[in-house]
């Protein structure tokens, strides 16, 4: 091969950073730099009312691992994501497949799925605290019929969580949806034609075709949904508070009380490291666990 058809890669300029130079700086300075302040704040007693900073070490991760209340939000969240994320990949993927068609009914229901998607958390908190009023909500009202009355769900311990996480199912199920359809679309259409051919019944499709044919969708929606329901806040803040006796405390909410109600901006940074860590190892796991299924 001589020189000249030996490819040769393009010489770097300074004049193409400036295209990339908002973003790089808007990138470190909204993300980067708050991640590593936070770091270094999780191991001082950091007074944010006052101002004070003083270096104490692993103190506050002793604090943090011993408080119950910190304890309880660790589980409630990993509660609140075992609830939404399957229901968001399972539910999403079955809308999608009923609404894949080139049909004005199907559009119509697509768009009222996702019209819920660009509504503000305080909007879909109010519609739901009402739908969940204990004597004139509408839940209620559709309990009257079969006899059962005063069911309070966001006052009971034992339901308040899940009826938030139904909350969170119907606010938030039409980008899953969107997304399983972008990637149902593009399945070429022979495909199912060799297989209604071969007499392959729609389970049969359904698990040897669409489903290894979407997978690397069915792996982004679930990661996203990881990611996504570790960190809810909103509707727990607005509709419940972190109650009833701390049952649907997250750990954000955590955070958030601990950074700007009680002030304790280390102590709230040291629960932000721990939160960011579960989140990286569980996105990571599932990514993993995907792969490995590829390869098999």
């Given at each position: 091969?001589?020189?000249?058809?030996?490819?040769r890669l393009?010489?770097?300029?300074?004049?193409?950073?400036?295209?990339?130079?908002p973003?790089?700086?808007?990138?470190?300075?909204?993300?980067?730099?708050?991640?590593?302040?936070?770091?270094?704040?999780?191991?001082?007693?950091?007074?944010?009312?006052?101002?004070?900073a003083?270096?104490?070490?692993?103190?506050?991760?002793?604090?943090?691992?011993s408080?119950?209340?910190?304890?309880?939000?660790?589980?409630?969240t990993?509660?609140?994501?075992?609830?939404?994320?399957p229901?968001?990949?399972?539910?999403?993927?079955l809308?999608?497949?009923?609404?894949?068609?080139?049909?004005?009914?199907a559009?119509?229901?697509?768009?009222?799925?996702?019209?819920?998607?660009?509504?503000?958390?305080?909007?879909?908190?109010?519609?739901?605290?009402?739908?969940?009023?204990?004597?004139?909500?509408?839940?209620?009202?559709?309990?009257?019929?079969?006899?059962?009355?005063?069911?309070?769900?966001?006052?009971?311990?034992n339901?308040a969580?899940?009826?938030?996480?139904?909350?969170?199912?119907?606010?938030?199920?039409?980008?899953?949806?969107?997304?399983?359809?972008?990637a149902?679309?593009q399945?070429?259409?022979?495909?199912?034609?060799?297989?209604?051919l071969?007499?392959?019944?729609?389970?049969?499709?359904?698990?040897?075709?669409?489903?290894?044919?979407?997978?690397?969708?069915?792996?982004?929606?679930t990661?996203?949904?990881?990611?996504?329901?570790?960190?809810?806040?909103?509707?727990?803040?607005?509709?419940?508070?972190?109650g009833?006796?701390?049952?649907t405390?997250?750990?954000?909410?955590?955070?958030?009380?601990?950074?700007?109600r009680?002030?304790?901006?280390?102590?709230?940074?040291?629960?932000?490291?721990?939160?960011f860590?579960?989140?990286?190892?569980?996105?990571?796991?599932?990514?993993?666990?995907?792969?490995r299924?590829?390869e098999?």
């Open positions: 091969m001589t020189a000249a058809a030996t490819p393009k010489s770097w300029s300074w004049t193409e950073l400036l295209f990339v130079a973003y790089l700086l808007l990138y470190v300075v909204f993300l980067v730099y708050p991640l590593g302040l936070g770091f270094i704040m999780s191991f001082q007693y950091f007074d944010l009312f006052a101002g004070q003083e270096f104490i070490g692993l103190e506050n991760y002793q604090q943090l691992f408080d119950r209340i910190f304890q309880g939000a660790v589980v409630n990993f509660k609140f994501v075992i609830f939404t994320v229901t968001f990949v399972a539910l999403g993927l809308i999608a497949l009923a609404l894949n068609r080139q049909t004005w009914w559009a119509t229901l697509r768009t009222l799925f996702f019209a819920s998607n660009v509504l503000s958390v305080t909007i879909v908190t109010l519609i739901w605290r009402a739908v969940y009023l204990p004597q004139k909500g509408l839940l209620q009202n559709f309990l009257d019929v079969f006899g059962i009355q005063n069911i309070a769900l966001l006052q009971d311990p339901w969580l899940q009826a938030i996480a139904v909350t969170t199912i119907w606010w938030g199920i039409g980008l899953p949806m969107v997304l399983f359809l972008a149902l679309q399945i070429p259409g022979e495909i199912y034609e060799a297989a209604e071969d007499n392959a019944s729609p389970w049969q499709t359904l698990w040897h075709i669409t489903i290894p044919s979407i997978w690397r969708t069915v792996v982004l929606v990661i996203i949904q990881i990611i996504a329901q570790f960190q809810v806040f909103g509707q727990i803040n607005l509709m419940t508070a972190g009833p006796n701390n049952s405390r997250s750990m954000v909410q955590f955070v958030y009380e601990a950074g700007f009680q002030w304790t901006a280390g102590f709230a940074s040291a629960a932000a490291q721990v939160l860590v579960i989140m990286i190892v569980a996105a990571g796991l599932q990514f993993w666990v995907s792969r299924k590829q098999f």
